[in-house]
């Protein structure tokens, strides 16, 4: 009889366990159970979901109402038709993420402070606009950002969600410029508009909060793939194309000393390299700007472990 009564309690148990809801796996708060990425490196940054403000009702102003901004401090630009856009850096530092509503072309500005990279997107997927804000959560030291329609997450430097409704779905990159302040306001002149400092938030946008990381050999998280051969913080110009990666780290291209033309998955490039900024640029054939990648070495290699390297000799 107590056998049976046994038997009996944890056929029980079993299946009211079985009736319980299935607790999905989340992470600050996304649900992260169909990841396409290891769970474990999905890691907390710090801050919580949104504690990092996206910047969702960007205001612009002319460049002569910007007194902010000095000559060499950094911007992500980009050209719309015969408008063109800057972003500071000093104001990404702090936001990271720019939904910006262009007419007949939304543009997803996305910047991470620890990889140093800034790269634009179209937020459309399958006809439908997207916005994005900013997870808390990293994947290889790099911001994952999350769409507001369906929370997925999204890899920067990879441009695809990794979890949830749209995991594998890749955004389409835009090509955008790192241009100094006096270079950009020379180059476009009164065609410029600036994000503005009136951003619904106090910040100040003259400091870092991120100190001497730039410089530094120290990462703040871990990554899946290292290298040696550069400082982490080098910087490198990253491409990919038909399946291939490379990357042009700034001392080579400074010790080259001129336009190179290059190769990448069998299509010809050509690689414009400013020391004074530093940054590189990546053009084909007919001189038009690819959306190649601006980040620190330590970046470029843990998403591209297999990267064919640029060396001036």
């Avoid at 902010?68 to 408008?83: E, I, K, S, V």
């Avoid at 990889?115 to 997207?130: I, K, S, Y």
């Avoid at 400013?274 to 001189?287: I, K, T, Y």
Wanted: negative net charge; hydrophobic residues 40%.
């Amino acid at each position: 009889m107590r056998k049976l009564a046994r038997v009996i309690y944890l056929t029980a148990a079993l299946l009211a366990a079985m009736a319980q809801p299935v607790v999905a796996e989340q992470k600050n708060g996304f649900d992260v159970s169909n990841a396409i990425i290891p769970l474990d490196q999905i890691l907390r940054g710090g801050p919580p979901r949104d504690g990092i403000p996206s910047i969702n009702t960007p205001k612009f102003e002319d460049p002569g109402e910007a007194s902010l901004w000095r000559p060499d401090d950094l911007m992500l630009t980009y050209d719309d038709g015969d408008a063109s856009f800057a972003y500071p850096v000093g104001i990404l530092n702090w936001h990271e993420i720019v939904n910006h509503g262009l007419d007949g072309a939304p543009l997803l500005i996305t910047f991470c402070p620890l990889c140093g990279t800034g790269m634009a997107f179209d937020p459309r997927v399958e006809g439908r606009h997207l916005s994005f804000g900013v997870s808390g959560l990293l994947y290889n030291s790099d911001l994952l950002m999350y769409d507001h329609q369906t929370e997925s997450l999204w890899s920067q430097i990879e441009g695809r969600a990794v979890s949830g409704p749209l995991a594998g779905t890749e955004l389409r990159p835009v090509a955008i410029r790192h241009e100094l302040w006096q270079g950009w306001r020379e180059r476009v002149g009164s065609d410029g508009q600036v994000l503005s400092t009136d951003t619904g938030h106090r910040r100040n946008y003259r400091m870092s909060p991120y100190g001497a990381y730039d410089h530094s050999e120290r990462l703040y998280f871990p990554v899946t793939h290292t290298s040696r051969k550069y400082h982490p913080k080098t910087w490198v110009l990253g491409w990919t194309h038909n399946g291939e990666s490379k990357a042009w780290p700034f001392p080579e291209l400074e010790d080259y000393g001129a336009v190179l033309e290059d190769r990448v998955g069998g299509k010809a490039v050509w690689i414009h390299y400013d020391p004074e900024v530093p940054s590189a640029e990546l053009r084909d054939e007919s001189g038009k700007l690819l959306p190649a990648t601006r980040a620190f070495w330590f970046a470029w290699y843990a998403f591209h472990p297999d990267t064919r390297i640029f060396a001036a000799d």
